[in-house]
């Protein structure tokens, strides 16, 4: 048995001895900023040389370890000391976004450079996005002009792809809101994005990072308004801007609704507390009452485990809706609103194949209980209604709709031969198949045509 003596451990950590060629070569950026320098100097103002020379240089030059000093050269002309300003005493060239001119096509121009190089050596992706992460949180650093350059160029950038959305988290540094820095390179920035792409290519990169919701936050905690936020982007020639961030708390306060509304639902608040909230939210947040009475179609809805028998669900349906009539009729007031509740019924009895034979009980329901009207039902038949479904809806619906058709006629014959001989053919009415809502009632309907 060998006796194999065991090393005691120590505290300083264990000493290797290496040999003079294995040592790690030292950090040192100088040497490689005057390689480069040297070489930008040499290729002048094209950029297509600049390329050339930068692609060749990479198989010489170590741009893994000094991809930092590498993009601040061409960015700023020279390696940035901290906050943003030249380092001293070091070689600098004019061949650089800063000193460039200050045009939309110029950065274009410096845009192919980036994207080249990038495409040519993959590693860089990495460090690049490090570096413009970097430069936004040295803003305040650089002149107005510089920023101008930067914001087009990093916009540029954004619309092909070179760069991720996610680096615009650096915006939302508290001192540059707070100077209104972040809120002026975004005008920039914006505006060269959407001049390569369009607003909603812009809107798809911002939700890919979560940040569609987070552009007010550009502006100090006291000017987050949607007011001054449109005002702001609008005055800089960014409306569509405006109206997307605007569609966004739109679409924001209607999820809200919905969500709230489902809650106290399932609580079983009163009726009245219902809708004395939704109507408060509606005038807060400007929402239509026809987008309105989808949320609340979908509320209501969501709120039952619908039976999978199709024999059963269509009488559990009506007994429900029934139960939720008077809510639903606090958000039909106009024609416009029963039209879109219908078209909302349809698509859910085709998109939920159990309710394919209830659309029609629904509707004659909705129709007894005063949440639709004869004109947009009619209107729904004739040319409003979706393609989902259609053969099978507007073949249920036939009987009922012919009858709508007698009954208004016969109403307006009613008018001429006076109340007695209305209150004749109420007796005759009651046998029909459909119970038509009195023309007594004290809810008048007749605005809904308007």
């Not at 798809?204 to 502006?219: G, I, Q």
């Not at 966004?248 to 507390?273: C, N, V």
């Not at 485990?305 to 029934?322: D, M, P, T």
């Amino acid at each position: 048995m060998n006796n194999q003596k065991q090393q005691k451990p120590t505290l300083s950590g264990q000493r290797f001895k290496t040999r003079k060629r294995d040592e790690k070569e030292r950090f040192d950026p100088t040497q490689f900023q005057d390689c480069i320098i040297q070489g930008l100097t040499e290729t002048g103002s094209d950029l297509e040389a600049v390329a050339k020379f930068l692609d060749a240089s990479g198989a010489k030059l170590d741009y893994r370890r000094y991809a930092e000093t590498l993009f601040d050269i061409l960015v700023a002309g020279g390696m940035l000391a901290p906050g943003g300003t030249l380092a001293d005493d070091l070689m600098r060239t004019d061949v650089c976004v800063f000193a460039a001119q200050e045009d939309l096509e110029t950065m274009q121009a410096f845009a192919q450079v980036f994207n080249k190089l990038i495409r040519r050596y993959k590693y860089l992706e990495k460090g690049f996005e490090d570096e413009v992460k970097k430069l936004l949180l040295f803003l305040k650093g650089f002149s107005e002009s510089e920023r101008n350059k930067l914001a087009m160029l990093t916009g540029i950038l954004l619309a092909n792809g070179t760069l991720n959305a996610s680096i615009l988290n650096s915006l939302y540094n508290e001192n540059l809101v707070k100077e209104g820095v972040s809120a002026a390179f975004a005008v920039k920035l914006f505006k060269s994005w959407i001049n390569e792409k369009d607003i909603n290519a812009v809107a798809a990169s911002l939700r890919k990072v979560n940040m569609d919701n987070r552009l007010m936050e550009l502006f100090p905690a006291n000017k987050q308004s949607l007011e001054h936020f449109t005002k702001y982007f609008t005055d800089a020639g960014l409306k569509e801007l405006s109206e997307y961030v605007r569609n966004q708390q739109t679409i924001g306060a209607r999820k809200e609704l919905q969500k709230e509304l489902q809650e106290q639902m399932s609580r079983g608040d009163p009726f009245k507390d219902i809708i004395l909230y939704v109507k408060e939210e509606m005038k807060k947040n400007n929402i239509s009452e026809q987008t309105v009475i989808g949320i609340v179609w979908s509320s209501v809805m969501s709120t039952v485990e619908w039976n999978k028998k199709e024999e059963l669900v269509a009488e559990q349906a009506i007994k429900h809706l029934k139960q939720y009539s008077p809510l639903l009729a606090a958000f039909t007031t106009q024609g416009q609103s029963e039209l879109t509740l219908l078209l909302k019924i349809q698509e859910y009895c085709y998109d939920n194949i159990h309710f394919m034979k209830a659309f029609q009980k629904i509707v004659v329901l909705f129709y007894k209980a005063e949440v639709l009207s004869e004109e947009p039902i009619l209107k729904w038949y004739k040319d409003a209604h979706l393609a989902k479904g259609k053969s099978v809806f507007l073949e249920q619906m036939k009987k009922f709709v012919e009858w709508l058709k007698n009954a208004e006629e016969e109403s307006e014959s009613e008018t001429e031969e006076g109340p007695a001989s209305t209150m004749q053919k109420a007796v005759v009415q009651q046998k029909q198949p459909f119970c038509r809502p009195s023309l007594l009632h004290s809810r008048s309907r007749t605005h809904h045509s308007q």
